[in-house]
Structures are given as structure tokens and as C-alpha cells.
DNA sequence: ACAAAAGTGTTCTAGATACACCCATGA
DNA sequence: TCATGGGTGTATCTAGAACACTTTTGT
């Protein structure tokens, strides 16, 4: 399929949003950089990317560095923005390190910016020989190469993008309870939102489908469940004209 | 400033839309290939793009191609999606056209596209010794290479775009009506409006300040004329939840 | 029996929609 | 004086916001 040949001009990073019912994580990737006596030179975290084949497409790329890296496929992927500024590689750390694993330092490359979005509970982590962590959003630190702004503005255009398309649901296990999905907006939102008020909202979306199903083993009523139907959504949406700023 | 050395595997298209208060229009280049008895192999029209110098920004680069085509700078611009099909250029006019015009035809490129906003009144087109024309967007014809698509897509994200921030203002003149601005709308997103109801929603928005100038010179009522503030916005604008779906 | 989250209704306010006539200007 | 687009108000309906108690389960 994927000839052997990569360009040494065009990345992938993808930036992997996990809900995991509390916080919105993401997954981020271990560089250390180890010296000639094995000791840590500097060690921190990256996101998730890798140059592209020459015949490869670059959303073909974001999925293949996704299953690298996690083991699954069938995955919520967006690209959301390109980042070209020439010394966006130069910082000393990062020349070093390109250099320790065979880049050509010197190389322009721009990396074209996706956002994945799961569930951390439904899906198991499957790194190979790396070293991966979810860090929720809020607590990043400083990462590799332009990587913080890449995944600001991940989390801007998806705080966008939920306010126009049902793809909150992709955060979320396939069945999961209005308590869930509330929180979720509360998360990503940062806001507080009143439960009635919300379940009042909700109840008028007829691709939100209760299930004949509950909560099991918890520790309180158990809730309904409910599941996002792509198909209803795409049969009962319809344009609408609003300007809501 | 820019070296002389481009790089071959990474350019920019400008989709360039303007508005003539009767249609969306887009900013098209003739691209003509001559053979070599002076014969017209093919004529059609393509983005106003280009490759980047290797020291220069994207959004550097996208000015300089819009400034390059125009004559002017300061234009609303929006990178909005790259395109890296690796078939992208591979249509057999396009590979005809990139060795007519000395370029490798077998590069990979991977193209970042940008969109302008601007007044067609408002500006004159200088485009050097190429042929542009505006054409309105729902009478676009085959386009060159990848550009029906790139054209397409920033469509939907200019009207995504202006449900959520004030960009409309970009595409009318300084001073404006508010039934141009009412007309804009219709026309962007191919509906109809009541105007005593878009009056009274405008009139709730603070950062569109009523003038104490009028129209002049119409063979009717001459309007209110108004501008946007940018400045009023930033000031007022809020942060909002809402699920729209 | 207690702790924990689920689930539910009413009142008030604000925004959306539908709709028709008079006004100021240039030709 | 006529043609053209500018400008305005009311009544109805729908959606948003504020707010507190009972229910069901596991421990």
C-alpha cells in the first residue's frame, strides 16, 4: 500500500482527546534524549505525530499515526490547521533531538494539525515501545517543538466545532447517561449548567435515543442510557440562519 | 526579506472572495497553455496561488500572493484547510501545464488554503500581466488542478465561520447599509430575511454604530449609514454555551 | 438508615416570527 | 408624480433561565 519513502517536508501531529468522564485529556508521548554515558539529557512530552509517505494521503497519515500509536482505528479524526513557520523546529532541545534520531535538522517541514476524540474508558492505550500519558488539558506543560500552541488551538477549534456539530458524542462510550453528556459540556466549557434546564434542551434533540437499558452497579438510582444517532441527526437536521454573536 | 529559494513541495491558494452587493464573487486566474505553433492547447481558470520561499511564513506567504495579484495588503485572510491528495496535480492537463511552466511535475505538494475577504467597490483588482476575473461562486466552472474542492470547502467554512465571529463586515465597505448588510446574508446563505425583524437584532448588537452620514446620490430615501467596531466588539463580546444542533 | 446521584415542573423573561404601510429622494 | 428602496411597531409564540424536592440504588 505505503511505499517506503517518506517526505522529509510534510508531518502529521495529532492532538488525542480523551474524556474521561472528569477531566479533557490528552495523550502525550515521552521524548528523552539520552547522552553517550546514558545519561538523561532532557526529557519531555510531544504530541502524537510523524512525517507522511510519499504516497500517502494526509489524512490516510493521521489515521496510521493514531493506530501506531493506540492499537484502534475506527476513530473521530478532524484536521483543524497547518503550522509552516520556518523556525518552528529551531529551538536547541529540538534540533537535538532531530538529530539524535537521524532527521536532517535543517529541513523545512510543515506539519498539518488533526484532533482525535475518545473515550478514555472504552478504549485501552496500546503504545508499542513508547511512553504515553493522559495529562488533562488544563495541566500541559511545556512540550516539544511548537506543540503547545498546536494543541491550543485544537482545543479552540473544537470548542468551536461543538457548538456547531453533534461530535461531543465521539467523547463519550456508545451508550452513555445525560449526567455524562452534561458534564462533558461543563468540562469543555468550563461552565456550570443547571440539569433541568439541560435535560429540557436535550429531551427536544430526537437523535439523543433513550435505550431499554440502566446503569448497572452503581452506588445510587441508576440512570437511563441513552445513544447519539448519526442517522436520525443527518435526516432531521436542518440549516438554519443565526448570528449568535 | 524572502530568499530566492522556493520550496517545491509546499504552496498556498488564495480563495479570494469579494462581494458586489449582488453576488459572492471569487477571484479567478486564466491559465492558458500555448503550444508551439501559437495554438490554445486548453484555457480555464484556476486560485490565485503559489509556492512559499523557504524562510517565509504561510500567512506571509499568502499575503504576499494576494498582494502580489491586487496591489493591496491589508485583506481579511483565514487559513482555513490543507490539501495533500498525492494524485492532486496528477490530472493530465495540470501535469501538461506544470512542465509548460517549468516546474517538476512528479513533486509532491501539499497546498495550505487561505481565504480573503474583501468589497469588489471598494478595491481595484491590479493582476499584472495575468488575466483575472471575478465570477459569482454558483457559476464557478471546472476549475484547475484541486480548486473546485478548495473553493468548496472554503465556502463552507466562511458561512460556518460567520455564524460564530463578525467577519461579514470584511466583505462590505467601510460604511455600510444595513440592507447591504441584510442583502449579504441573503446571499451567503441563500435565504430570505424580514427586514424589520434583522433590523431589531441588529440594533440589540452595540458594535454596529450608526453614522451621522446618509447615502447620497440614490434615487430614493437615501439610508442610515453604519460601520462595525472592532473594537466595540472585542470589549462586549461573551462567552456563550449553547448546543445550536 | 444513610449517602449519592437520578429525575422531574412551574413561573417568568427574552427572543423569534409574522405581517403592511408611510417616507424621502432623484428622475 | 412616479418609481425605488428606506424605515418603522405590535401581537403571538417559542425558547431560555431560575429554582427544590422526591426516588432508587448500594453499602
Redesign the interface.
Same mark, same amino acid.
Do not use: C, G, M
Given at each position: 500500500m505505503v511505499s517506503d519513502s517518506i517526505?522529509p517536508?510534510?508531518s502529521v501531529d495529532c492532538v488525542v482527546f480523551g474524556y474521561d468522564f472528569k477531566h479533557l485529556n490528552v495523550l502525550l508521548v515521552e521524548r528523552t534524549l539520552i547522552g553517550v554515558n546514558n545519561e538523561t539529557i532532557f526529557s519531555d512530552y510531544s504530541l502524537a505525530g510523524n512525517h507522511?509517505y510519499?504516497?500517502?494521503?494526509?489524512d490516510g497519515a493521521a489515521s496510521r499515526i493514531l493506530e501506531d500509536l493506540t492499537g484502534f482505528k475506527k476513530v473521530y479524526l478532524k484536521?483543524f490547521?497547518?503550522f509552516?513557520?520556518?523556525d518552528r523546529l529551531k529551538k536547541i532541545r529540538d534540533q537535538k533531538w532531530l538529530r539524535s534520531i537521524g532527521y536532517n535538522s535543517q529541513n523545512?517541514v510543515?506539519t498539518?494539525g488533526y484532533y482525535a476524540l475518545l473515550n478514555c474508558k472504552e478504549v485501552t492505550i496500546h503504545p508499542g515501545n513508547r511512553i504515553v500519558k493522559w495529562t488533562p488539558v488544563e495541566k500541559v506543560k511545556k512540550l516539544a517543538f511548537d506543540h503547545n500552541e498546536i494543541l491550543s488551538n485544537a482545543l479552540d477549534d473544537l470548542r468551536?466545532k461543538m457548538?456547531?456539530?453533534?461530535i461531543g458524542y465521539e467523547l463519550l462510550p456508545k451508550k452513555f447517561t445525560l449526567s455524562q453528556l452534561q458534564k462533558l459540556?461543563e468540562v469543555i466549557?468550563d461552565?456550570r449548567?443547571d440539569k433541568r434546564n439541560f435535560r429540557k !434542551?436535550i429531551a427536544k434533540?430526537n437523535y439523543i435515543v433513550p435505550l431499554n437499558e440502566k446503569q448497572k452497579g452503581v452506588a445510587h438510582k441508576p440512570a437511563q442510557l441513552y445513544m447519539y444517532s448519526q442517522e436520525v441527526?443527518e435526516i432531521t !437536521?436542518r440549516?438554519?440562519?443565526?448570528?449568535?454573536?
Open positions: 517526505n517536508n510534510i507522511i510519499e504516497d500517502e494521503d494526509i484536521q490547521q497547518s509552516a513557520h520556518p523545512r510543515i498539518v468551536l457548538r456547531t456539530s453533534p459540556y466549557y461552565t449548567i !434542551k434533540l441527526f !437536521k440549516e438554519f440562519f443565526d448570528i449568535t454573536i
